[in-house]
Every structure is written in structure tokens, then in C-alpha cells.
């Protein structure tokens, strides 16, 4: 029992600690000292979010697609600086995902069923990246070699190039996707965090 | 005692919730949709393009119904292109080989006049549809018409390439027609858009 009535009062009191200052008395005087520190604050912005290569028209097999390298730009909000990665995704049938997809390259080549996605900085180094899988693993590969700043100065512009999947079938010599009139969607992913 | 231990964590959840904010998540994600369409082609294949029923002798008789040796599987449609695409049929007229404006069959259109008694020179066809409910035969008309599965009141179906669906066929001779001539009709399977 005494316990109980013990811990209560360390309960109370404990919370009392955070009101304090709030219901000081000022008969004399007294120092209050606060010590804050801000957090770390940011998000990301991509302009635009999304690319449907040759327009309205249909993508061929074993096609190569790229937008330019100032095609999106990302920029950074907040108070920090941060690293960014980029990872992509199997593309799917959206009428029916489960029945007909295109799994992403590993490796930079394309097949049957295997599409493959890269991104390029405009002013990194680098190239042309292979996106690679996002996975519980990796967040994926790194956006620039070095973190971004925040606000327009730090902001980046990339682009992206895309290779589509060799031809499931062939009719008179011409190459096609086992699915046709179909739409075919994938996303690539683009996180931060505090550097 | 175990009062004790509530009321400190009770404690130590009040003095949390006023540091909370000093811990914000600190990630962030974004996302760019590549959406692709695909181009289509329309093409369909036949595993037959034959039938010949026989009864003795080689012969058809009168007024006498005949099926494919598989009722059901007899004919595999397959598509061949990509395009999602409904399967019509439709059959013609019978006519003599040797003179096919001299003497014909009549195609039936409809089912209520099968029965009739007097059907000279008039002939029927059906088709039944692999899986579909057992011996559910439907007409086949000289007008194109979709393929329906009876079981689920759907058209037959192909959605992309390589999709296959069999089906059977069955044969009425009219009840009376001129022997020994030898009779040809024509059944078109066809691809549709869906």
C-alpha cells in the first residue's frame, strides 16, 4: 500500500516537473533555464511525378525511352541536409496486375518479361545509375554522390531512361506484348534522410 | 506494489508527450508513375477447319443429329494475337457441291423451329462451349453472333496471347433432302474487340 501511494506521488510529480513553470510563484526570484533542441525538419518535393514515354502512343519492344536530364527536380524543404536513394519496382498490368507484369533488371539487360530503368543527375558524374529493386534491405541506390541542402540552391534535376522487354511474340515480323491496348504501370521511388 | 509500477509509467508517458515533438519522424519519400501502353494485334487460330459427319456407309441420314467426335473439345480457338477479343460464329446454307445455285439446305435461325414437322431441306448447327453446363447447346445463325458461355451468360472470352477456349460441334440433317448429293457449309469463328 505504501508503495502504491509512493509511486503516485513520484507519478505526480513527474508530471508536475513539465507545469512547472507554468504555476512558479514570483515571490522572490528565481532562474528558469530551457534548454531545446530543434529537430531535424525536411521533406522532398519531385516536379513532375510522372512520365508516360512517347506520349500517348504505344511503347515498342526492346525500345530504349529517355527523358532529358533536366526532366524532374527535386528539391529539398526543411532545416538539413539529407541523402537521397532511388529505388524502382516491378511494372505491372494495371487491368490486372497478378496476370501480367515485367520484372526490373538486375543487371542493365533486358529480356522476355525484364525491363530495365537507370536515372541520371544533370550535373553527376555518374551518368546514367541503374535503378535498382526497393527492398526492406536497401532503400536503394544513391540519388548524388553527395547530400543535398535544402531550398533552391540544393535542388537537383534529373531525368530518366527507360528499356523496355524484349517481344513476348512476333506476327508478321513485328514484335508485341502478350497483353495489347493494355497500360503497363511502374513507380520509382525517391527517399531521404537526415544526412 | 503493482499500483506503484502504473503510476510511473503513467508518469514517464505524461513527460513524453511533451518531448514528442523533439522526435518527429525524419524521412521523406516521393514517387514519379512511368505509365506505358502497349500496341495490339488481332489474329485468331483454328485447330480444325474440317468436319465431315458420317453415319453408315459414309452417308448422313435424314432428320438425324450428329456430333463431333469430342462433343466438347473438338475445336481449339486460340489467340494468337494480343488484343482482348470476343469470339463470334456464324454458319451459312448448305449447298451441293456440284451445283451450289441448283439445290441448298436452308440454315434454321431459330430454336422454335427445329421441332417443326415439316422441315424439308432445312438443316441445323450448335455449339457447346468446353465447361460450360453439360449438353448446353446454342444455335448458330447466319448472322455473326458472339459466342456465350450459358453458365455464366458471358461471351467468349480471349484476353491476350496465347489464351486458348475449345468447343464442339452438333449437326441436324433437314428431314427430308435429295440423296446422294453432296452437301458443303461454311462456319465462320471470327475475332471481335471486346
Not at chain 1, 107 to 130: P, Q, S
Request: net charge negative.
Amino acid at each position: 500500500m505504501k508503495a502504491g501511494i509512493i509511486s503516485m506521488l513520484l507519478a505526480t510529480i513527474l508530471a508536475l516537473v513539465v507545469c512547472l513553470p507554468v504555476v512558479a510563484q514570483d515571490d522572490g526570484s528565481g532562474t528558469i533555464t530551457i534548454t531545446m533542441t530543434g529537430a531535424s525538419e525536411f521533406s522532398i518535393n519531385l516536379e513532375p511525378t510522372e512520365w508516360k514515354p512517347v506520349g500517348g502512343e504505344a511503347v515498342s519492344p526492346n525500345t530504349l525511352y529517355e527523358t532529358a536530364t533536366t526532366w524532374c527536380t527535386l528539391t529539398v524543404g526543411g532545416n538539413c541536409n539529407v541523402n537521397a536513394y532511388v529505388a524502382g519496382e516491378d511494372a505491372v498490368w494495371v487491368e490486372d496486375p497478378s496476370a501480367y507484369s515485367w520484372t526490373l533488371s538486375s543487371n542493365g539487360e533486358n529480356d522476355i518479361g525484364v525491363y530495365v530503368l537507370w536515372f541520371k543527375v544533370k550535373d553527376d558524374e555518374r551518368g546514367y545509375v541503374l535503378i535498382p529493386e526497393l527492398s526492406q534491405d536497401s532503400p536503394g541506390v544513391d540519388f548524388y554522390p553527395s547530400s543535398l541542402s535544402p531550398g533552391p540552391d540544393g535542388a537537383k534535376q534529373f531525368g530518366l531512361k527507360l528499356l523496355t522487354p524484349e517481344a513476348d511474340f512476333a506476327k508478321d515480323g513485328v514484335g508485341y506484348f502478350s497483353v495489347g491496348d493494355a497500360t503497363v504501370e511502374t513507380h520509382v521511388t525517391i527517399s531521404a534522410v537526415a544526412a | 506494489m503493482k499500483t506503484g509500477i502504473p503510476s510511473i509509467l503513467l508518469a514517464i508517458i505524461l513527460a513524453l508527450i511533451v518531448c514528442l515533438p523533439a522526435l518527429a519522424s525524419d524521412n521523406s519519400t516521393g514517387e514519379v508513375t512511368i505509365t506505358m501502353d502497349t500496341a495490339s494485334v488481332l489474329a485468331i487460330s483454328l485447330s480444325q477447319v474440317e468436319w465431315k459427319p458420317e453415319g453408315e456407309a459414309g452417308f448422313v441420314s435424314s432428320n438425324t443429329t450428329y456430333k463431333t467426335d469430342k462433343p466438347a473439345t473438338w475445336c481449339t480457338v486460340t489467340n494468337e494475337g494480343n488484343a482482348n477479343v470476343n469470339i463470334h460464329i456464324k454458319a451459312d446454307d448448305a449447298q451441293w457441291v456440284d451445283n451450289p445455285s441448283g439445290y441448298e439446305w436452308t440454315l434454321i435461325g431459330e430454336e422454335s423451329h427445329i421441332s417443326d414437322e415439316e422441315r424439308p431441306h432445312k438443316y441445323a448447327l450448335w455449339y457447346h462451349i468446353a465447361r460450360d453446363t453439360a449438353d448446353s447447346y446454342t444455335l448458330i445463325t447466319r448472322d455473326s453472333t458472339p459466342m456465350m458461355w450459358t453458365r455464366y451468360g458471358e461471351p467468349l472470352n480471349l484476353r491476350k496471347n496465347g489464351d486458348t477456349e475449345q468447343f464442339g460441334l452438333k449437326l441436324l440433317t433437314p428431314a427430308y433432302f435429295v440423296g446422294t448429293r453432296t452437301m458443303e457449309a461454311q462456319i465462320t469463328v471470327s475475332a471481335v474487340l471486346a
